[in-house]
Nanobody
Framework: QLQLVESGGGLVQPGGSLRISCVASGVTLGNYCIAWFRQAPGKEREVVSS????????KYADSVKGRFTISRDDAKNTVYLQMNSLKPEDTAVYFC????????????????????WGQGTQVTVSS
């Protein structure tokens, strides 16, 4: 059974950087596409970034494009989200999620969902 554990969240000043990690256990992560979601208080959960199982393709929400970078190290069973030029509106709980294969990555509009979720890590951007 795939388990995901996020880490690396914390308090950072506006304009600062933070890298959060998602470590998988129980399976070989290289067979899974991964996404980072976030949810701020009173707001709906939104997808921030995703990466295909091969790592060859990535996607970003418009709100983070050019500031965030998703990457994966399958040898370490870990996916990262490097966040630069952070803004107060980036404050949220960040979750990583995984799905076997790439259907959820390439065809989310067809109802393909991420089945496995971590517990989340809090990111707070404030001066």
């Amino acid at each position: 059974q795939l388990q995901l554990v996020e880490s690396g969240g914390g308090l950072v000043q506006p304009g600062g950087s933070l890298r959060i990690s998602c470590v998988a256990s129980g399976v070989t992560l290289g067979n899974y596409c991964i996404a980072w979601f976030r949810q701020a208080p009173g707001k709906e959960r939104e997808v921030v970034s995703s990466i295909s199982s091969s790592g060859d393709s990535t996607k970003y929400a418009d709100s983070v494009k050019g500031r965030f970078t998703i990457s994966r190290d399958d040898a370490k069973n870990t996916v990262y989200l490097q966040m630069n030029s952070l803004k107060p509106e980036d404050t949220a709980v960040y979750f990583c999620a995984a799905s076997f294969g790439d259907a959820a990555y390439y065809y989310p509009e067809l109802g393909n969902e991420y089945e496995y979720w971590g517990q989340g890590t809090q990111v707070t951007v404030s001066s």
